[in-house]
């Protein structure tokens, strides 16, 4: 099928929109790709949903405008692409993700979707898995062992988003996510220079990571836990007050630090021939730094093996719509916890029916 797969993540920067030919199972074609900002407005407004979503009310006025607004952009994104589909996959954007609590919320109205874009919308793809007592959470396991058939393994794959997923491909597969990826950092730059992320990690590149800190954050119960398991882009919230005595340049660095030491600290890097990484966070150079220096593999961006690391986490979502399709499971014992692998995701027509 012609797809086209809409992400939006956690860093909050924008929609990604790819299209891709898939059966679900492998990827025949990869077609064009691109990132659309979100503006100012629509960026402040779904950073203050996180720290409201705990007590928001899904019908609260604002929240509805504030969705309405995220479903038009990504009506956009999908016009700007300029590719024709017969299936969209619509992530929407989290704003709370508490899987103990069996609870994880996406906004984004698919229904208004399908009707602007005339296609239908694959969309929900992770409450199914949190409901049955998975993490729902990371998804794009599935997405990654495709892309690396052939690939010698045990291999790693990393995304570094708003949090950092890992993938453990092997005999088995294996996921969780390691810990802070670009959020804090972002929310750090923003604070103290009006700037939305450190370009080109040239503050976190001028400063010195505090080891005291370091091992103070290092030590929250999250990395003792077993995989799989899953974070709220909040959850390391805390280590912003952490570094807040520290100056711009050395706060960078140790929260550049915080984010590669995490990834060190797991136990699905341990063999692995490789570390791929993408997302976002594979552009700031002293992230990557930190990686190649805390680990013994070699680490390298996913363009080494001739992926978009800019496209994949929304051909991902591409690839899992259809899945949803053709009821094929989106998750597994080994990547979210689920205690049999789980189908999950709903799909709804332009004129509003549902296929699922």
Request: hydrophobic share 45%; net charge negative; with cysteine.
């Amino acid at each position: 099928m012609h797809v086209i797969g809409l992400m939006s993540g956690t860093s909050l920067d924008g929609v990604d929109a790819a299209w891709i030919d898939t059966d679900g199972e492998t990827v025949q074609h990869f077609g064009r790709a691109i990132t659309l900002p979100y503006v100012a407005e629509l960026r402040r407004d779904l950073r203050a949903c996180l720290d409201r979503a705990p007590s928001l009310d899904p019908d609260d006025p604002w929240l509805l405008d504030v969705q309405a607004r995220l479903t038009d952009a990504h009506a956009d994104a999908v016009a700007a692409l300029g590719e024709t589909a017969a299936l969209i996959g619509f992530h929407g954007q989290t704003i709370l993700h508490a899987p103990a609590n069996r609870r994880t919320w996406q906004i984004g109205d698919a229904a208004a979707l399908a009707r602007a874009t005339g296609v239908p919308v694959a969309y929900d793809f992770r409450s199914a898995d949190v409901a049955a007592g998975g993490q729902g959470a990371p998804l794009a396991p599935i997405f990654h062992a495709a892309l690396a058939a052939g690939l010698h393994r045990p291999l790693a794959v990393l995304n570094i988003g708003g949090v950092a997923n890992l993938t453990r491909i092997g005999d088995t597969l294996s996921a969780c996510d390691t810990g802070p990826g670009c959020a804090l950092l972002d929310d750090f730059t923003q604070a103290r220079t009006g700037r939305a992320m450190d370009a080109d990690g040239a503050l976190a590149a001028a400063g010195t990571p505090d080891e005291g800190i370091l091992r103070t954050l290092l030590a929250d119960p999250y990395f003792a836990r077993p995989a799989p398991k899953s974070l709220d882009r909040q959850h390391f919230a805390h280590a912003l007050p952490a570094v807040a005595q520290l100056s711009t340049e050395d706060g960078a660095a140790t929260l550049a630090a915080f984010t590669a030491r995490a990834v060190a600290a797991s136990p699905l890097v341990v063999g692995a021939a490789q570390l791929l990484v993408t997302g976002g966070g594979r552009h700031n150079p002293s992230i990557m730094r930190a990686l190649a220096a805390s680990l013994p593999m070699r680490v390298a961006p996913v363009e080494v093996q001739g992926w978009d690391g800019d496209a994949i986490e929304a051909q991902c979502f591409g690839y899992l719509a259809v899945r949803v399709m053709h009821h094929l499971p989106l998750s597994f014992p080994g990547t979210t916890g689920v205690p049999a692998p789980q189908h999950g995701g709903r799909l709804v027509r332009p004129d509003g029916t549902h296929a699922l």
